[in-house]
Nanobody, 122 residues
Framework: QVQLAESGGGLVQAGGSLRLSCAAS????????MGWFRQAPGKEREFVAALRWSSGVIYYAQYADSVKGRFIITKENAKNTAVLQMNSLKAEDTGVYYC????????????WGQGTQVTVSS
């Protein structure tokens, strides 16, 4: 059984930083890309960042315009963990952050985590 478990959410003041982790277990060897999405209250879920790899080497990373230059997505291969480092946080970054992973074409997400709350106070 595949499981994606997010951690690292919390409350932070504007301008601060948070580090989110997504630990994958189960059918993880077939994953080729992992990413982060978020959903603010009353809004639709939106893309935040993602990366794709081949033979353990990351060759592509993508960011939403709203987080470019502030967020960094990386992957810890040994731990099957995707990490989202969030810096210079803004109130508009508040929401539930979801981890996702896929094993096929980029942009197709097979598995999702339960989400972790990020609240940025202004």
């Amino acid at each position: 059984q595949v499981q994606l478990a997010e951690s690292g959410g919390g409350l932070v003041q504007a301008g601060g930083s948070l580090r989110l982790s997504c630990a994958a277990s189960g059918r993880t060897l077939t994953y080729l890309h992992m990413g982060w999405f978020r959903q603010a209250p009353g809004k639709e879920r939106e893309f935040v960042a993602a990366l794709r790899w081949s033979s353990g080497v990351i060759y592509y990373a993508q960011y939403a315009d709203s987080v470019k230059g502030r967020f960094i997505i990386t992957k810890e291969n040994a731990k099957n963990t995707a990490v989202l480092q969030m810096n210079s946080l803004k109130a508009e970054d508040t929401g539930v952050y979801y981890c996702a992973a896929g094993s096929g074409d980029y942009g197709i997400w097979d598995d999702w985590g339960q989400g972790t709350q990020v609240t940025v106070s202004s």
